[in-house]
């Protein structure tokens, strides 16, 4: 069973950089076959879609928010990463990292999720 | 990019039919996905490619499409379909969620 696990800290200072982690298991991201992504979700809002990696290291993000987001791969440890730079108080959402199926007509849907992780920007 | 629109809630009593509704023009042209999230959980897919059902969702979801509107429907609805359900769909530059709607089981 495919399962995904973020971590980080959930408290970060004002124009700080944000910085979490999705450790997965189950799958292996070298394999080449899924896009893996990060969504977010401010308390009591809906969802919002930051951006996905390859596991080339190859990215795509959020037109909204390209000019502050960072994602990278670390394969040896099927793991991967997001930064989010000069946070603000808008930041403060629940992170949720996601396994990008991508069937045969290049359809693209998130079959898996992480249980979420807060984080707070925060003096 | 582009908005996905849905309705911010919808109310049914149970054993009734729910349908929420999302819509854009690129759904003309692009599948819509559904989540189903009950509070304090992450999103599940319930509806893949306008109209699949994954494995291990019950046979009263279904999706259908017409033009720019794709529908989620939740025949002989239950109370724990009480949740916030999202549409997502895609272009080239990534991924779009719609805003929500909250569905009551009254």
């Known amino acids: 069973q495919v399962q995904l696990h973020e971590s980080g800290p959930g408290l970060v200072k004002p124009s700080q950089t944000l910085s979490l982690t999705c450790t997965v298991s189950?799958?292996?991201?070298?394999?080449?076959?899924?896009?893996w992504s990060w969504i977010r979700q401010p308390a009591g809002k809906g969802l919002e879609w930051i951006g996905r990696i390859y596991e080339g290291g190859s990215t795509n993000y959020n037109p909204s928010l390209m000019s502050r987001v960072t994602m990278s791969v670390d394969t040896s440890k099927n793991r991967f990463s997001l930064e989010v730079s000069s946070v603000t108080a808008a930041d403060t959402a629940l992170y949720y990292c996601?396994?990008?199926?991508?069937?045969?007509?290049?359809?693209?849907?998130?079959?898996?999720w992480g249980q979420g992780i807060l984080v707070t920007v925060s003096p | 990019s582009y908005e996905l629109t849905q309705p911010p809630s919808v109310s049914v009593s149970p054993g009734q039919t729910a349908r929420i509704t999302c819509s854009a023009d690129a759904l003309a042209k692009q599948y819509a996905h559904w989540y189903q999230q009950k509070p304090g959980q992450a999103p599940v897919l319930v509806i893949c490619k306008d109209s699949e059902r994954p494995s291990g969702i019950p046979e009263r979801f279904s999706g259908s499409s017409s033009g720019t509107i794709v529908t989620l429907t939740i025949s002989g609805v239950q109370a724990e379909d009480e949740a916030d359900y999202y549409c997502q769909s895609s272009d080239t530059s990534g991924h779009v969620f719609g805003g929500g709607t909250k569905l009551t089981v009254l």
């Open positions: 189950g799958d292996s991201i070298s394999s080449g076959t899924h896009y």
């Open positions: 996601a396994r990008e199926t991508m069937d045969i007509a290049l359809v693209h849907y998130f079959e898996y």
